[in-house]
């Protein structure tokens, strides 16, 4: 049995089923973000006086992955513009270099996740907060090793941008005894690294996704461009509308984690 | 299959353009969040503002909203509709905090 629809549009709709899907399931993609959004606003809001944190992430890398992401857009625009323009050769090309754009997005991302669970905040029994990366934690020596600094107070470690002064990290030895309370930055940590894990979290699960998808069509499902090409190239246009819109999340989510 | 390429070259300089504008608007959202303006919320209006309209570009541009069928209107208009409604209870929950808590 045929599915109805694929390539010529419904009389009633005007479209091929395909778009008005994944419009549909765009749209209540809008809601699921709007609702993490607007946690993170109460969220925000909701922070004791100088206790939302303010420069905790590399802007540099976050900009890098947002060049990144939007590059992907443009190359996954010019894939389905190929198929558009029979030339089968350059979709490949063009999708190809999507794939690679949305690994490097991943990669980039996880270095970042690692960065932030290698960091740690210990509470010393003086009241003395260390703040570093873990070099050493081996459970069975008395002491853990970290590259950091100390502070006197917690508020200290939240706005990263006030702090104009640069504090030079350097290897501080801890002894186990001393350590009251020992945390790293994961989802964990507070309320901003929860919010901050579960919107970039969801949003790399969609790069993924959709990488996935590009991947498929790239590779066996392009199969279908010898016997349909015109279904074919709606199947492009379908995936490439979910990758934009995985591109329209990140252009919120960059300033509002990153930047503000 | 095939569409007409000069018809077609000219939407692959729209493309481009776009393409183009996205980058520098990148750029100039990085640049102002490290402009004071006087005030936290003037930056983060500012960083919005940049926002919305890069993600006009790609909606409109690159996912052809710009030139769609009613029916995916229709769809979006909903959507708009209960994300507006959304983002208007969360900024309303935030004068109805109880009594003595701190709000910034």
């Known amino acids: 049995m045929d599915i109805p629809y694929t390539v010529q549009p419904r009389p009633d709709t005007g479209l091929y089923n395909a778009k008005v899907g994944i419009w549909l399931f765009l749209a209540s993609e809008v809601m699921l973000f709007g609702a993490l959004f607007s946690s993170y606003i109460l969220l925000r809001v909701g922070a004791p006086e100088g206790y939302w944190p303010h420069g905790w992430l590399n ?4 900009t890098a992955n947002t060049l990144v992401l939007i590059t992907s857009s443009i190359t996954t625009v010019m894939a389905w513009a190929s198929c558009k323009m029979n030339r089968f050769e350059k979709f490949k090309f063009y999708h190809a270099c999507t794939l690679v754009l949305a690994l490097t997005f991943v990669c980039i991302k996880s270095y970042e996740y690692r960065d ?9 029994a003086d009241g003395k907060i260390a703040d570093g990366h873990m070099v050493r934690n081996d459970p069975k020596a008395d002491h853990v090793v970290i590259s950091g600094r100390y502070v006197e107070d917690r508020k200290e470690l939240y706005d990263l941008h006030a702090a104009k002064v ?17 945390s790293s930055y994961g989802p964990w940590h507070n309320t901003y690294t929860a919010i901050y894990f579960t919107l970039t979290g969801l949003h790399a699960l969609h790069v993924i996704g959709g990488a996935l998808v590009i991947g498929f069509l790239w590779g066996p499902g392009s199969k279908m461009w010898r016997t ?4 074919f190239t ?19 989510l960059f300033p509002v984690l990153y930047l503000l | 299959m ?21 980058l520098f608007g990148t750029l100039i959202t990085v640049g102002a969040s490290y402009i004071p303006f006087g005030h936290k919320a003037l930056n983060i209006a500012v960083a919005l503002l940049i926002a919305s309209v890069k993600a006009f570009l790609v909606a409109g541009y690159f996912m052809h909203l710009m030139s769609e069928r009613k029916m995916i209107y229709g769809i979006l208009a909903s959507t708009v509709f209960f994300a507006i409604g959304l983002m208007g209870l969360t900024l309303w929950s935030m004068v109805d905090f109880p009594p003595l808590t701190t709000t910034h």
């Open chain 1, 234 to 252: 709606n199947r492009v246009e379908v995936s490439g509308l979910f990758w934009h819109f995985v591109d329209l999340v990140w252009i919120f």
């Open chain 2, 2 to 22: 095939s569409t007409d390429h000069s018809d077609f070259s000219q939407h692959l300089r729209g493309y481009l353009f776009v393409f183009y504008a996205l």
């Open chain 1, 228 to 231: 349909d090409p015109e279904r």
């Open chain 1, 116 to 124: 932030k669970l290698t960091h740690y905040e210990i509470t010393l």
């Open chain 1, 166 to 182: 640069h504090h030079p990290h350097e290897e501080l030895t801890l002894p186990r005894a001393q350590i009251k309370k020992m």
């Open chain 1, 59 to 62: 802007v540099p890398i976050g």
